[in-house]
């Protein structure tokens, strides 16, 4: 299989903390990675240097096997983020907002493809609705739209279902099952809902302070720390790191 | 540069104005309400000075000029401000844009959305004041090609500021043209500063726009060097202006602003 995430020792330091202390992973396509740890882990900083908006301090990152630092725009062409903490225009209608990114990322026949993503998330009623006036489980389905408009071959998900109730939230999962599973796409998926992480991820790693302290597949990781779940595993984990180095 | 991501953006902006009837209000009402006003008290100064033979003409052409320069600075810091407001900014630098490309769709939104303000407020001086900017001839142009460079120039060094230190930066956003107004000898002649404040006033394009206006107002003459002294110190600022923006880009990326301004 391609790797089509690929980091290499990358460091990231602000000033003299270290937020990430050289870290190493792959993600092949047609996989979801889950990155799990604690607030303050050094997720967030990982995902923001994935994406280019924060500049290693050592290390290096590929992603199908493009070098980022040589080549952003390239990348950031086939790659895609969604995360709760940022949204979309809200005074602009979903439609609007889905063409403007379109012609970001410089879509070919951009209704076809407004159309079909509209159909696969059921955002077609939503299309002439004020982005702001929606409610959190239509606008997250609407920027899982945006975020799947340039038919990314890398997808990153930093909580994508964190405050959706358990119908849209169990939809979002599959259709995220489906889609990858459809076209062959690699996605790292950060959250702390272990129940998503168990069903979506078919490895994790585990990060605290910056460092990744165990991986595998969470069935083995459950397996390993002689716990039920790996909700418990993270728990143990989180709280306690020298017994596992 | 790709025209698809510049229009992209443009049409971002222009979606947003245009949905919104409050935000045209605003865009025209604050131009119309300073015209308005700056009329009554040229029309003042009018009756109680001689130094102006035509004092409304000129105080009130100084005032379009101003308030053309203030709306494309504040216009340009604006469609900035939007994105991090709306929680937008993650978006659009994961976008894959290039930073000439933001810059140039920004650069002519700002000029379309300081026109919907200016030109309400120029054809009002008419039927209220008997004023014309066209009395500048074709030298208007210059001079508001001038004022609209640096006015561009102004909004992207703040926006450099917000860029590099996040959205603390904001009030600065507001202040900058405050501060430079008194050196920009707007309304009065480069004179009437005291010296020190002179030699900071020379080395802006603004004070030589004015001078302008006012000279081909009041003596009906042109003097190019000020047309040449303004393009001069604009191509240095705006040149400036954009090494610090690419500047900003990479020191934000090191400090993690641009992750931390979508939070």
């Given at each position: 299989?391609?790797?089509?995430?690929?980091?290499?020792?990358?460091?990231?330091?602000?000033?003299?903390?270290?937020?990430?202390?050289?870290?190493?992973?792959?993600?092949?396509?047609?996989?979801?990675?889950?990155?799990?740890?604690?607030?303050?882990?050094?997720?967030?900083?990982?995902?923001?240097?994935?994406?280019?908006?924060?500049?290693?301090?050592?290390?290096?990152?590929?992603?199908?096997?493009?070098?980022?630092?040589?080549?952003?725009?390239?990348?950031?062409?086939?790659?895609?983020?969604?995360?709760?903490?940022?949204?979309?225009?809200?005074?602009?209608?979903?439609?609007?907002?889905?063409?403007?990114?379109?012609?970001?990322?410089?879509?070919?026949?951009?209704?076809?493809?407004?159309?079909?993503?509209?159909?696969?998330?059921?955002?077609?009623?939503?299309?002439?609705?004020?982005?702001?006036?929606?409610?959190?489980?239509?606008?997250?389905?609407?920027?899982?739209?945006?975020?799947?408009?340039?038919?990314?071959?890398?997808?990153?998900?930093?909580?994508?279902?964190?405050?959706?109730?358990?119908?849209?939230?169990?939809?979002?999962?599959?259709?995220?099952?489906?889609?990858?599973?459809?076209?062959?796409?690699?996605?790292?998926?950060?959250?702390?809902?272990?129940?998503?992480?168990?069903?979506?991820?078919?490895?994790?790693?585990?990060?605290?302070?910056?460092?990744?302290?165990?991986?595998?597949?969470?069935?083995?990781?459950?397996?390993?720390?002689?716990?039920?779940?790996?909700?418990?595993?993270?728990?143990?984990?989180?709280?306690?790191?020298?017994?596992?180095? | 540069?790709?025209?698809?991501?510049?229009?992209?953006?443009?049409?971002?902006?222009?979606?947003?104005?245009?949905?919104?009837?409050?935000?045209?209000?605003?865009?025209?009402?604050?131009?119309?309400?300073?015209?308005?006003?700056?009329?009554?008290?040229?029309?003042?100064?009018?009756?109680?000075?001689?130094?102006?033979?035509?004092?409304?003409?000129?105080?009130?052409?100084?005032?379009?000029?101003?308030?053309?320069?203030?709306?494309?600075?504040?216009?340009?810091?604006?469609?900035?401000?939007?994105?991090?407001?709306?929680?937008?900014?993650?978006?659009?630098?994961?976008?894959?844009?290039?930073?000439?490309?933001?810059?140039?769709?920004?650069?002519?939104?700002?000029?379309?959305?300081?026109?919907?303000?200016?030109?309400?407020?120029?054809?009002?001086?008419?039927?209220?004041?008997?004023?014309s900017i066209l009395d500048l001839g074709i030298f208007l142009f210059s001079l508001f090609l001038s004022l609209y460079i640096f006015g561009i120039t102004l909004g992207i060094l703040v926006s450099s500021g917000l860029l590099r230190f996040g959205p603390s930066f904001e009030n600065i956003a507001w202040s900058t043209m405050f501060l430079l107004a008194p050196f920009g000898c707007i309304y009065y002649p480069i004179e009437t500063l005291p010296e020190i404040f002179q030699k900071i006033a020379y080395v802006l394009p603004l004070v030589y726009i004015f001078e302008e206006a006012r000279n081909i107002l009041i003596n009906q003459t042109v003097n190019i060097e000020n047309v040449y002294y303004a393009f001069i110190w604009n191509a240095f600022y705006f040149s400036l202006s954009i090494a610090l923006f690419y500047y900003s880009f990479n020191a934000?990326?090191?400090?993690?602003?641009?992750?931390?301004?979508?939070?």
């Open positions: 299989m391609k790797n089509l995430i690929e980091v290499k020792n990358i460091k990231k330091n602000y000033g003299k903390k270290e937020a990430v202390k050289g870290i190493s992973f792959k993600v092949e396509e047609d996989e979801i990675l889950g990155l799990l740890g604690p607030n303050g882990s050094g997720k967030t900083t990982t995902i923001g240097m994935l994406l280019g908006l924060l500049k290693p301090t050592s290390g290096q990152i590929f992603i199908n096997n493009l070098k980022l630092e040589e080549n952003r725009i390239k990348i950031l062409e086939m790659i895609n983020f969604i995360s709760p903490y940022i949204e979309l225009p809200k005074k602009l209608t979903v439609r609007q907002n889905l063409y403007v990114y379109s012609k970001l990322y410089k879509v070919q026949n951009i209704n076809e493809r407004i159309e079909y993503l509209s159909e696969k998330l059921r955002i077609g009623e939503l299309l002439n609705s004020i982005t702001g006036e929606l409610s959190s489980g239509q606008k997250n389905r609407v920027s899982l739209a945006k975020a799947l408009v340039n038919e990314p071959k890398v997808l990153l998900l930093d909580e994508p279902t964190a405050s959706l109730d358990p119908e849209v939230g169990d939809f979002v999962r599959t259709f995220l099952e489906d889609y990858k599973k459809e076209k062959k796409i690699s996605i790292l998926l950060a959250s702390h809902n272990m129940n998503e992480v168990t069903r979506l991820c078919k490895s994790v790693l585990m990060m605290k302070n910056g460092e990744i302290i165990d991986q595998g597949k969470p069935i083995d990781l459950i397996e390993k720390h002689g716990r039920t779940n790996l909700e418990e595993v993270f728990l143990k984990l989180s709280r306690s790191k020298s017994e596992f180095n | 540069m790709s025209l698809t991501r510049i229009y992209g953006l443009f049409l971002r902006h222009f979606y947003l104005i245009t949905r919104s009837f409050p935000r045209i209000l605003d865009l025209v009402y604050w131009p119309s309400i300073q015209i308005t006003l700056w009329g009554f008290i040229s029309n003042f100064f009018a009756t109680h000075t001689t130094y102006y033979n035509n004092a409304v003409g000129v105080i009130l052409t100084c005032a379009i000029l101003y308030d053309f320069l203030f709306r494309t600075s504040i216009g340009f810091n604006m469609l900035f401000l939007e994105e991090i407001w709306s929680r937008n900014f993650t978006n659009l630098f994961i976008a894959p844009m290039k930073i000439g490309e933001i810059l140039t769709s920004l650069v002519i939104t700002a000029l379309i959305r300081s026109l919907i303000g200016l030109v309400p407020a120029i054809l009002l001086t008419s039927p209220l004041f008997g004023i934000a990326k090191n400090k993690g602003t641009l992750i931390n301004m979508g939070e």
